[in-house]
């Protein structure tokens, strides 16, 4: 018999009262069961049987309610009319059939488009970074939360503020690359897009992973991070604090690994002292998938579950994510032995039900079905995708070769990547996790975890509507293409080389699509927990290379990869090379726009482009004693300057700085600085150029970097034209952590550059910060992010 469960007149049934007296009436009204419930979630897929909800399989589950559901769409195989009937059914059970009637909050992975068997695939985040073009992510970001709303998903597992400088991190392609003022551009539009102005019709951001994830030892996922408390602040902590102060960020996912000894998800002082007392964040805290067990089972930094659950709870992690583990009979048992309080149970629930009233749920737990299919992968929302990929493309390298004239002869297409539609996608597509989920399936785990994923769950692959480069090229080259796979992404078989031998040699140009394959699976060589211990092209594919180039044929080599990648012999020999990233589902076509000149290419790279892995670390914001101006300079045997430096990107318009000016030579600490900059057009075409404004400080009480992105804006301009842009400089956003670590704006001299990239730059002039009594004292705490 189904039954509403609520109870007539009470408050927090009441849209009119405040949400936080709604909070106070329920939590009173809460048994233990009841709230740890709440801090707990399930796996979508354990809720069904046969593609439909399934009471039987709830009740014992959901019987006193639940915090989470994981990814009703990204974890199952429904299209996306049937997730929302199914997160329908969901709310429905918990509405009617438990106590209190307190619906859940469905998350979903959201990292390159909502990871649904339906949703627009947009290019992986370090594509979207190359674009240098905040409000691209923020119109990624909308569209995301519509297609999300309307399948009844509340919760998006990203923007992934993690820096990172060692792209041997296989989740280097999850990021916005190594600059903390371009990641936290990107992150604040992502969550701006993905919240909306209000809750009621947005969804809740969660930006990962906190702090330091991409700083890992050895590149390895899972590692620790070594990172010195001013490195961490103001380069790693930087972008989650400009989430929080400027967007409202209300989510923040802990990171698997330790700093300095304490594993994040244990880490008082991060996710209380720093968060939630310096920043005042308010939201809630969750943990990475199986994260909290982690503290014992993985870091022994818990004796056994309780303690873990313990030590997690009193941290500040609120919601344990997939499915409850130690916030279950665990944390009960600590709970009756007194070994955490009530109150830090009461403080948990509190937040989460917060979020549940804020997104209105309790009004409106239901989504429409019929309208789904007019809002998931919208004709709108492909064209967002289409306008990213184009944009992140980046010409690294061009002899004159690209764009291929309209009277280019015979067109060799060959390697791994040029007709394969799921090599397109980045690791937190659908297509990938299918795989995840066929492989937890075989292996009974994910990620080395137990987990069980019933047998009935029907699990298919599917890159539905994904072209290849080979089709758009095929659509526009017509018989002039010619195809040669040559090899797999992996493995050591080169019994295709003959064959795109002989296609390249009887071509007037060879375009090569090589890279990399993402995902989590032990197939990909990209991707969670894919970590390379080399940049080279894997599998055989730099002797592929050699086996073309040795044909005399023009190569152009196309990088549809996850991270900066390829050898020396690659891009020396090598007439052009593009870099696609993982650009998604209308990827190809924008490859093959800009192979052809139908599209200037004006991607620019948000991550510094290492020679070889000896170099690692390697970025343009290093220190003046870091190395690169010692007695000699090189390593013995190779440069110490990237391959292409940070910024770095080429087009078909070429473009110049006429004049840059600062509109003064002396500041108050606390006002701004104006710099106008003229580029002028020089090239027979438009085009867009990407204007960069650093700032060096040349003596500080703390040493600086030789550079610091402080500023930038994409231009457009026709073919001869010229345009102004003006940046605002705030002297506050130029401090640093001193000595005591406090943020401090020093009086001294700013010197200011402007140009296209991190070392093709103009010097626009120099400043200098003055105190109000000119005594040179320090204006501290005070902070522009």
Same mark, same amino acid.
């Given at each position: 018999?189904?039954?509403?469960?609520?109870?007539?007149?009470?408050?927090?049934?009441?849209?009119?009262?405040?949400?936080?007296?709604?909070?106070?009436?329920?939590?009173?009204?809460?048994?233990?069961?009841?709230?740890?419930?709440?801090?707990?979630?399930?796996?979508?897929?354990?809720?069904?049987?046969?593609?439909?909800?399934?009471?039987?399989?709830?009740?014992?589950?959901?019987?006193?309610?639940?915090?989470?559901?994981?990814?009703?769409?990204?974890?199952?195989?429904?299209?996306?009319?049937?997730?929302?009937?199914?997160?329908?059914?969901?709310?429905?059970?918990?509405?009617?059939?438990?106590?209190?009637?307190?619906?859940?909050?469905?998350?979903?992975?959201?990292?390159?488009?909502?990871?649904?068997?339906?949703?627009?695939? #947009?290019?992986?985040?370090?594509?979207?970074?190359?674009?240098?073009? $905040?409000?691209?992510?923020?119109?990624?970001?909308?569209?995301?939360?519509?297609?999300?709303?309307?399948?009844?998903?509340?919760?998006?597992?990203?923007?992934?503020?993690?820096?990172?400088?060692?792209?041997?991190?296989?989740?280097?392609?999850?990021?916005?690359?190594?600059?903390?003022?371009?990641?936290?551009?990107?992150?604040?539009?992502?969550?701006?897009?993905?919240?909306?102005?209000?809750?009621?019709?947005?969804?809740?951001?969660?930006?990962?992973?906190?702090?330091?994830?991409?700083?890992?030892?050895?590149?390895?996922?899972?590692?620790?991070?070594?990172?010195?408390?001013?490195?961490?602040?103001?380069?790693? !902590?930087?972008?989650?604090?400009?989430?929080?102060?400027?967007?409202?960020?209300?989510?923040?996912?802990?990171?698997?690994?330790?700093?300095?000894?304490?594993?994040?998800?244990?880490?008082?002082?991060?996710?209380?002292?720093?968060?939630?007392?310096?920043?005042?964040?308010?939201?809630?805290?969750?943990?990475?998938?199986?994260?909290?067990?982690? !503290?014992?089972?993985?870091?022994?930094?818990?004796?056994?579950?309780?303690?873990?659950?313990?030590?997690?709870?009193?941290?500040?992690?609120?919601?344990?994510?997939?499915?409850?583990?130690?916030?279950?009979?665990?944390?009960?048992?600590?709970?009756?032995?007194?070994?955490?309080?009530?109150?830090?149970? %009461?403080?948990?629930?509190?937040?989460?039900?917060?979020?549940?009233?804020?997104?209105?749920?309790?009004?409106? $737990?239901?989504?429409?079905?019929?309208?789904?299919?007019?809002?998931?992968?919208?004709?709108?929302?492909?064209?967002?995708?289409?306008?990213?990929?184009?944009?992140?493309?980046?010409?690294?390298?061009?002899?004159?070769?690209? $764009?291929?004239?309209?009277?280019?002869?015979?067109?060799?297409?060959?390697?791994?990547?040029?007709?394969?539609?799921?090599?397109?996608?980045?690791?937190?597509?659908?297509?990938?996790?299918?795989?995840?989920?066929?492989?937890?399936?075989?292996?009974?785990?994910?990620?080395?975890?137990?987990?069980?994923?019933?047998?009935?769950?029907?699990?298919?692959?599917?890159?539905?509507?994904?072209?290849?480069?080979?089709?758009?090229?095929?659509?526009?080259?017509?018989?002039?293409?010619?195809?040669?796979?040559?090899?797999?992404?992996?493995?050591?078989?080169?019994?295709?080389?003959?064959?795109?031998?002989?296609?390249?040699?009887?071509?007037?140009?060879?375009?090569?699509?090589?890279?990399?394959?993402?995902?989590?699976?032990?197939?990909?060589?990209?991707?969670?927990?894919?970590?390379?211990?080399?940049?080279?092209?894997?599998?055989?594919?730099?002797? !592929?290379?050699?086996?073309?180039?040795?044909?005399?044929? $023009?190569?152009?080599?196309?990088?549809?990869?996850?991270?900066?990648?390829?050898?020396? #012999?690659?891009?020396?020999?090598?007439?052009?090379?593009?870099?696609?990233?993982?650009?998604?589902?209308?990827?190809?076509?924008?490859?093959?726009?800009?192979?052809?000149?139908?599209?200037?290419?004006?991607?620019?790279?948000?991550?510094?482009?290492?020679?070889?892995?000896?170099?690692?670390?390697?970025?343009?914001?290093?220190?003046?004693?870091?190395?690169?101006?010692?007695?000699?300079?090189?390593?013995? %045997?190779?440069?110490?300057?990237?391959?292409?430096? #940070?910024?770095?990107?080429?087009?078909?318009?070429?473009?110049?700085?006429?004049?840059?000016?600062? %509109?003064?030579?002396?500041?108050?600490?606390?006002?701004?600085?104006?710099?106008?900059?003229?580029?002028?057009?020089?090239?027979?075409?438009?085009?867009?150029?990407?204007?960069?404004?650093?700032?060096?400080?040349?003596?500080?009480?703390?040493?600086?970097?030789?550079?610091?992105?402080?500023?930038?804006?994409?231009?457009?301009?026709?073919?001869?034209?010229?345009?102004?842009?003006?940046?605002?400089?705030?002297?506050?956003?130029?401090?640093?952590?001193?000595?005591?670590?406090?943020?401090?704006?020093?009086?001294?001299?700013?010197?200011?550059?402007?140009?296209?990239?991190?070392?093709?730059?103009?010097?626009?002039?120099? #400043?200098?910060?003055?105190?109000?009594?000119?005594?040179?004292?320090?204006?501290?705490?005070?902070?522009?992010?």
């Amino acid at each position: 018999m189904t039954t509403v469960r609520r109870e007539s007149g009470a408050a927090y049934t009441d849209p009119a009262v405040p949400v936080s007296e709604r909070v106070a009436d329920l939590l009173g009204r809460m048994t233990r069961e009841e709230k740890l419930a709440q801090l707990g979630s399930v796996w979508a897929f354990s809720l069904i049987e046969g593609g439909r909800f399934s009471a039987e399989r709830a009740r014992p589950v959901l019987r006193h309610g639940l915090g989470h559901v994981t990814r009703v769409a990204g974890a199952t195989n429904l299209k996306a009319a049937d997730v929302a009937r199914v997160a329908n059914e969901i709310q429905r059970f918990l509405v009617t059939e438990t106590r209190l009637g307190i619906p859940a909050i469905v998350h979903e992975e959201v990292c390159s488009g909502v990871m649904a068997r339906e949703g627009t695939i #947009f290019p992986q985040a370090i594509g979207v970074a190359s674009t240098w073009e $905040p409000e691209l992510n923020r119109r990624l970001a909308d569209a995301v939360r519509a297609q999300m709303r309307a399948m009844g998903g509340h919760q998006g597992l990203s923007p992934v503020l993690d820096v990172v400088r060692d792209p041997r991190w296989g989740r280097t392609e999850e990021t916005y690359g190594e600059d903390p003022h371009l990641v936290a551009r990107m992150g604040v539009a992502f969550v701006r897009g993905l919240q909306g102005d209000s809750l009621t019709e947005g969804v809740i951001a969660t930006a990962k992973h906190f702090v330091g994830y991409g700083a890992s030892e050895g590149g390895l996922n899972w590692a620790p991070a070594h990172l010195p408390p001013r490195l961490l602040r103001e380069v790693y !902590l930087h972008p989650f604090e400009a989430a929080v102060r400027e967007a409202g960020l209300q989510s923040v996912m802990a990171g698997y690994h330790e700093l300095d000894g304490i594993p994040c998800h244990g880490n008082d002082e991060l996710l209380g002292d720093v968060l939630r007392g310096e920043w005042g964040f308010e939201g809630t805290v969750v943990s990475d998938y199986f994260a909290v067990d982690d !503290l014992h089972s993985y870091h022994r930094f818990a004796g056994d579950k309780r303690q873990a659950a313990v030590r997690a709870l009193t941290a500040g992690v609120d919601v344990e994510l997939p499915a409850t583990d130690a916030y279950g009979d665990a944390l009960a048992q600590a709970l009756d032995e007194g070994e955490v309080g009530e109150a830090q149970l %009461d403080r948990a629930v509190s937040r989460v039900l917060r979020h549940k009233f804020e997104l209105g749920l309790f009004e409106n $737990p239901y989504v429409d079905e019929t309208a789904v299919a007019v809002t998931v992968n919208a004709a709108p929302h492909r064209e967002v995708a289409l306008e990213i990929a184009r944009r992140s493309l980046v010409l690294l390298k061009n002899d004159g070769m690209l $764009p291929l004239r309209p009277g280019t002869g015979t067109v060799a297409l060959i390697g791994p990547n040029a007709d394969d539609a799921r090599h397109l996608l980045g690791d937190y597509s659908f297509a990938a996790h299918v795989e995840s989920l066929m492989q937890a399936r075989e292996r009974k785990g994910l990620l080395g975890q137990t987990m069980t994923i019933p047998d009935d769950l029907e699990i298919e692959e599917s890159t539905d509507g994904v072209r290849t480069v080979r089709d758009e090229l095929a659509a526009r080259l017509g018989d002039r293409l010619r195809y040669a796979r040559g090899c797999d992404v992996a493995g050591t078989s080169r019994d295709g080389f003959d064959e795109a031998v002989a296609a390249a040699a009887a071509a007037d140009v060879a375009v090569l699509v090589l890279g990399d394959r993402s995902g989590l699976t032990l197939g990909a060589t990209t991707g969670e927990s894919r970590d390379r211990s080399s940049l080279d092209l894997p599998g055989v594919q730099e002797d !592929l290379v050699r086996a073309v180039v040795a044909t005399g044929t $023009p190569v152009v080599a196309v990088l549809v990869a996850g991270r900066p990648v390829g050898g020396d #012999f690659l891009h020396e020999n090598c007439a052009a090379v593009l870099l696609a990233w993982l650009p998604g589902q209308t990827g190809a076509r924008a490859i093959a726009e800009v192979l052809l000149g139908e599209v200037n290419p004006s991607g620019k790279l948000p991550i510094s482009y290492p020679r070889t892995v000896g170099q690692i670390p390697v970025y343009y914001g290093h220190k003046v004693s870091g190395g690169r101006s010692h007695w000699h300079g090189d390593y013995v %045997d190779s440069p110490v300057s990237p391959r292409y430096r #940070f910024g770095h990107g080429l087009g078909y318009a070429p473009f110049v700085v006429e004049r840059a000016t600062l %509109d003064r030579a002396e500041v108050m600490a606390g006002e701004s600085v104006a710099v106008e900059v003229t580029v002028a057009n020089t090239g027979d075409r438009a085009g867009e150029e990407v204007v960069q404004l650093y700032i060096r400080d040349p003596q500080a009480s703390v040493t600086r970097p030789v550079l610091e992105l402080k500023g930038f804006a994409r231009v457009s301009a026709g073919a001869g034209e010229r345009t102004t842009i003006r940046f605002d400089l705030p002297t506050d956003r130029l401090g640093f952590y001193d000595r005591n670590m406090h943020y401090t704006v020093e009086d001294g001299h700013i010197e200011v550059y402007v140009g296209f990239s991190s070392d093709g730059h103009t010097h626009a002039g120099t #400043f200098t910060i003055m105190s109000p009594a000119y005594l040179g004292r320090a204006q501290k705490g005070v902070r522009s992010l």
